[in-house]
Structure formats: structure tokens, C-alpha cells
């Protein structure tokens, strides 16, 4: 018997980050906001699952606020169907029951598999927990941005192909700051209703996350 089959394998490569060699960079004498869009394969990649098969495409922003006044990044003004990280991470979950009824049938051809179901249940379960933790700490989950602070991470919007424009806000007592982007994808794309078609469809498919 194989006991790899008994893990569910979730592998996120944090370190795979080639996105940021086409970051953009937009500023003004107070505020500096930098944006970059993974393509496909690398969001896959770098979050260990296949976003784009969810609709997700992960955008990254860095934003430097050397105002004296705090500021609030507007996250749906950005996309007004984003997803928190929580939700984004949920989204892309591990499907326990589906994963239960694959090996259930297989365990009543060989019944003694049936006392290793504890096992696969505890492994999807880490998994997904994981996964959480991965997507709260890569992700923007506040747009507040103290004086002289800055925030980075990964808002989760809906996946668009070809190229991505992003409106970042920044609201604060002494007014709105708006920086605008037209960030072209990388690659060709995908349609996330089907199996991926670019040249990093193998990359994405070895990733095991059930539909």
C-alpha cells in the first residue's frame, strides 16, 4: 500500500516571485504605489493552487504613504467582487466528502483501507488549514496605512484575460488620491470554465486540488 496516497499535498513555492520583475510604479510627493499580476501558472505556483480554474487572479500592490495623515486603501474600488483572503483560501479548499467518496470506494474493495479514512480526513483538514494561514499572510486584510508605514500583499480579484485595469484609491482626511494601471498579462490565457490551455497547463494540473 502506498501511504502517499493517504496525504493531500499542499505546496506553495512563497519563493517563486519572477511577477515582481514587472512590477509597475506610479507616485506622487506623498505616495508611492507599486502593482504587478502573477499570470496564471505563476499564481499557481506561488499559492499552490490553481486560482484561475476559481476565477481568482492575485494582484500584488506595495503602497508607501509618506503623508502626515493615515490613509485607507478603497479594496472594492479596486474590484468591487474581491475576495478577502479567508474567502479567496476557501474557495480553493480541499473538498474533504469528495475526496472521502474516491477512497471509500476503493476501501470496499480492500476494507482494511477503511481504517486509514481518519488519516485522509486530518491530512485534507491540515491542508486547508494551511492554506489559510498562507492566504491571510500574503494578502492585504486591512487597507489602513499609517504615516511613514506601507502595506504589500495580494488582493484577490476576479480573473480577467489579456490586460488588467486597476484603479488604486487611496481615501484620507485631506482627500482621494486615485492611481490608475493597465498591467498586461504576461502569456497566453486561460478560460477558468475549462482545463487550462497556456504553456504552463502540465505546472498547474500537477497541482492536486479537487474541482
Not at 485522509?120 to 494551511?130: G, L, P, T, V
Not at 488582493?155 to 489579456?162: I, R
Not at 498586461?184 to 490565457?189: H, R, T
Request: proline content about 7%; charged content about 20%; some cysteine.
Amino acid at each position: 500500500f502506498d501511504f502517499r496516497l493517504l496525504r493531500v499535498p499542499y505546496a506553495p513555492q512563497p519563493k517563486e516571485q519572477a511577477f515582481l520583475q514587472r512590477v509597475a510604479v506610479q507616485g506622487d510627493d506623498e505616495f508611492v504605489v507599486s502593482v504587478a499580476v502573477p499570470d496564471d501558472r505563476e499564481s499557481a505556483r506561488f499559492f499552490g493552487v490553481p486560482l484561475a480554474r476559481r476565477g481568482i487572479q492575485p494582484v500584488w500592490l506595495k503602497i508607501k504613504n509618506g503623508s502626515a495623515q493615515p490613509c485607507r486603501l478603497r479594496l472594492a474600488n479596486l474590484d468591487p467582487n474581491y475576495y478577502p483572503p479567508l474567502e479567496a483560501a476557501y474557495v480553493n479548499h480541499f473538498r474533504v466528502m469528495k475526496r472521502l467518496v474516491a477512497f471509500g470506494l476503493l476501501a470496499w474493495f480492500f476494507l482494511p483501507l477503511l481504517l486509514f479514512l481518519p488519516f485522509k480526513i486530518f491530512s485534507a483538514w491540515s491542508a486547508n488549514r494551511r492554506m489559510n494561514a498562507y492566504f491571510q499572510e500574503h494578502g492585504i486584510n486591512s487597507g489602513l496605512i499609517l504615516p511613514g508605514h506601507e502595506v504589500a500583499g495580494f488582493v484577490f480579484a476576479t480573473h480577467d484575460a489579456g490586460t488588467k485595469q486597476i484603479t488604486v484609491r487611496l481615501m484620507a482626511a485631506a482627500g482621494v488620491r486615485e492611481f490608475s494601471f493597465s498591467i498586461v498579462i504576461p502569456g497566453l490565457k486561460v478560460d477558468h470554465g475549462s482545463k487550462p490551455l497556456t504553456e504552463g497547463q502540465n505546472a498547474v494540473e500537477a497541482i492536486d486540488c479537487d474541482e
